[in-house]
């Protein structure tokens, strides 16, 4: 069954928005940065997606969050081809993106980098959808045949990663692979046999009966015993977070507030975010219940061993993929672990 025009459109909206891949104290108890903080007085954050809801939040609140320290906060909505080369030419002191990208940064720039906070987790993350008549019924059944996905270029090594683990094949070898960026459209009009796709692109698929026979979630969790692998979050340049330790802790503070805030009212946050991203408050609940905000739990907004230990098997799959070209050495060293007691 093909989609009608306007659900087609509003398809391609939802996938465009959907690119990207898109920890928890009971309010704001950061101190304010110390002495040797403000190395930096100006502090530029970033986003990869225009649609986060505490980000979007936290940059509502950052006049008053901020005020008394000696850091003037601004904020910038790039994308993931636009981000790391602004973030590498130093137009950006935090970047909110995947740490899929932070060898890709060091081999660019010869910048060393720190992720310390999690803003999203893979659950699902993206899935492999089939039309209800098909025969498939898992991954293996594809391999071989035709399978859209946005452009790699565009994506953070997920599908790459997942398909490797669960196949012992490149993404480009275990599929006729058709990049572009109205897969869903492609595969709605019978050119693909399967494509991967994220919510909320996947809803009206998924209502008209097609099917999800993979997802990245699944093939993690099988691969690294990990249900909710962490992704973007908050990711600055070590330098940076070794100098200015009360800024990032006031920022991850202010960040674990603006979540507790969601929820416990999350009309009040989606409301002040839509203001700042102009986006529709609807479409940002619906971003939220994407990637689980009001279900996150306290561990689960925490840079955990778990998440470390997840991450250390991930980059060599990345490198194997092709999304990177050398897996780290130390990746213990590019996570700065919060979580109590870990």
């Known amino acids: 069954m093909t989609l009608s025009r306007s659900r087609l459109a509003a398809l391609a909206v939802s996938t465009a928005l959907l690119l990207a891949g898109c920890a928890s104290n009971q309010g704001n108890t950061a101190a304010a940065p110390t002495a040797k903080d403000a190395a930096t007085t100006t502090v530029t954050i970033g986003i990869d997606v225009p649609f986060h809801p505490i980000f979007d939040y936290v940059q509502a609140q950052a006049a008053t969050e901020f005020a008394g320290t000696p850091y003037k ?23 909110t993106t995947v740490p899929s990208f932070m060898p890709t940064i060091k081999q660019q720039y010869g910048i060393d980098t720190t992720y310390f906070f999690p803003m999203a987790r893979w659950t699902p993350g993206p899935q492999l959808l089939v039309p209800a008549g ?22 953070f090594g997920a599908e790459q990663a997942a398909v490797l683990a669960a196949t012992g094949k490149t993404i480009d070898k275990a ?22 796709l994220e919510a909320p692109a996947t809803a009206p698929l998924l209502a008209h009966g097609y099917r999800p026979v993979f997802s990245v979630q699944e093939a993690f969790q099988h691969a690294f015993g990990d249900p909710a692998v962490m992704n973007g979050g908050f990711i600055a340049g070590t330098d940076f977070v070794a100098k200015n330790p009360g800024f990032v ?77 050398e897996a780290p050495k130390d990746p213990a060293a590019l996570f700065q672990v919060t979580a109590t007691g870990k």
């Open 249 to 325: 802790k006031t920022l991850v503070a202010v960040t674990q507030a603006a979540w507790t805030k969601f929820q416990q009212d999350p009309n009040t946050v989606l409301a002040a975010a839509s203001r700042v991203s102009g986006l529709p408050a609807d479409q940002l609940k619906l971003v939220a219940q994407v990637l689980n905000l009001a279900k996150t739990t306290e561990a689960q907004k925490t840079v955990s061993q778990t998440d470390v230990a997840t991450w250390s098997k991930l980059f060599p799959l990345l490198q194997q993929s092709g999304f990177i070209k």
């Open 73 to 95: 906060v601004q904020f910038k909505v790039l994308d993931a081809t636009t981000q790391v080369p602004a973030f590498g030419r130093g137009d950006l002191n935090v970047i």
């Open 134 to 155: 098909s025969p498939v019924r898992s991954i293996q059944d594809l391999l071989g045949k035709r399978v859209a996905i946005a452009p790699l270029t565009s994506r």
């Open 175 to 196: 599929f006729q692979l058709d990049q572009t960026d109205a897969a869903a459209q492609e595969l709605s009009l019978g050119r693909v046999q399967g494509a991967f």
